[in-house]
């Protein structure tokens, strides 16, 4: 359901309530077609056109990034390897860096998620909380325990304001 208030001479606020990860392009636009009259300078839809970030890939190429990845990279197994693609596509990469071992990833925080991807997720995704990164992001919170998803929190926050800096 899509709410606009637009009665006055504020800024129009729209509420989303609900929606569906398959439908989420329409819901994008149908938003901004009720905020059109108060961007005047708004272009038409483009999504339809472009992919998502990491999603520029053949819908059949899975398997190959998933290879490409694990050639890359030898340390990775296949069930990490097609975590990370089905995660982050062809950003998955990026995610790894020039890492030639796990341990060049940085602390593991079990559910192979690591420093590297953690701080990845904090640049690109502005994940600020173990939550964030476990449950919104992910569903990797159905793999870690309490201490661990903890421990996630607590190394989250002593890098919060590194990671903005860094970013200004």
Known sequence: MLSLDGGGPQAPLLNVFGGKITTYRRLAEAALAKLAPFYPAATDDWTARVPLPGGDFPVDGGQALVDGLKDAHPF???????????????????????????S?????????????ELRWLMDKEYVRSAEDAV??????????TADQIARIDAWIAAHTDETTRLAS
Do not use: I, N
Not at 78 to 102: H, I, K, M, N, P
């Open 135 to 144: 449950w919104r992001r992910s569903k990797l919170g159905l793999r870690l």
């Open 104 to 116: 060049d990833l940085g602390e593991e925080f079990g559910a192979t998620l690591t420093e590297a």
């Open 76 to 102: 990775l197994d296949d069930r990490w390897a097609l975590r990370l693609v089905r995660a982050y596509g062809t950003e998955a990469a990026e995610v790894l860096g020039s890492a030639q071992g796990a």
